[in-house]
């Protein structure tokens, strides 16, 4: 049997697994995040999945409500004022990627793979080379290749070339070497504070 549809089982039983026995903990996070912040707990946001189709992507809300329409837009910088209290907790740990699991579950995700983009950032799905449109032949992960490698010190261009090299060499062993690497990541903090400009949210 082929790893794509093994790599789907894995994700609809861990993502279900997770959601079931993470109830109380992401209702407190939601709770955390209301009470810190007026406003809705989930931030959503239309991303490019599989294929290039948009999907909308849960996340915790880590910045003020509308925070895309004030200062830099949609870019977020180290020290950025509309980072909430618990919002700096929350992206220092990675869980405001939790809500994801709901993404995943739907199928509009996967645990791993590239970093699902924004329909107009770095480009419009058109402006896309055909040697980078590789990355949109699997579905979007939580964590990827390019992440683990850098993640928001990597320029745009170097981390299509690791999605495309994720995509080109797609394996339980591939996957579940960013898995480890993602783990220690995320342990050590690594790589979560932006170092210059980048996506809110």
């Known amino acids: 049997m082929k790893y794509p549809?093994?790599?789907?089982?894995?994700?609809?039983?861990f993502?279900?697994?997770?959601?079931?026995?993470?109830?109380?903990?992401?209702?407190?996070?939601?709770?955390?995040?209301?009470?810190?912040s007026p406003g809705p707990a989930i931030f959503r946001q239309t991303r490019l999945g599989k294929d290039g189709k948009p999907f909308e992507m849960y996340k915790f809300r880590s910045m003020?409500?509308?925070?895309?329409?004030?200062?830099?837009?949609?870019?977020?910088?180290?020290?950025?004022?509309?980072?909430?209290?618990?919002?700096?907790v929350l992206r220092s740990t990675s869980l405001d990627e939790l809500p994801q699991l709901w993404n995943i579950l739907k199928g509009d995700m996967s645990f791993i793979g590239?970093?699902?983009?924004?329909?107009?950032?770095?480009?419009?799905?058109?402006?896309?080379?055909?040697?980078?449109?590789?990355?949109?032949?699997?579905?979007p992960g939580v964590t990827g290749w390019a992440q683990v490698n850098g993640r928001k010190t990597v320029e745009w261009h170097k981390r299509l070339e690791y999605d495309a090299d994720y995509v080109k060499?797609?394996?339980?062993?591939?996957?579940?070497?960013i898995f480890i690497m993602t783990v220690r990541n995320v342990l050590e903090r690594k790589d979560n504070v932006n170092t210059g400009k980048t996506v809110a949210e």
């Open 5 to 13: 549809p093994i790599k789907r089982a894995l994700d609809v039983g």
């Open 15 to 36: 993502s279900a697994f997770l959601l079931a026995a993470g109830a109380l903990p992401l209702l407190a996070v939601s709770a955390a995040v209301r009470l810190d």
């Open 64 to 88: 003020v409500v509308g925070a895309e329409h004030t200062g830099s837009g949609v870019y977020s910088g180290k020290g950025d004022p509309r980072v909430t209290r618990v919002g700096r």
């Open 114 to 139: 590239p970093r699902p983009v924004l329909t107009y950032h770095p480009w419009r799905l058109e402006e896309y080379t055909p040697a980078q449109r590789v990355r949109f032949q699997v579905r």
């Open 169 to 177: 060499n797609l394996s339980f062993a591939m996957d579940w070497k």
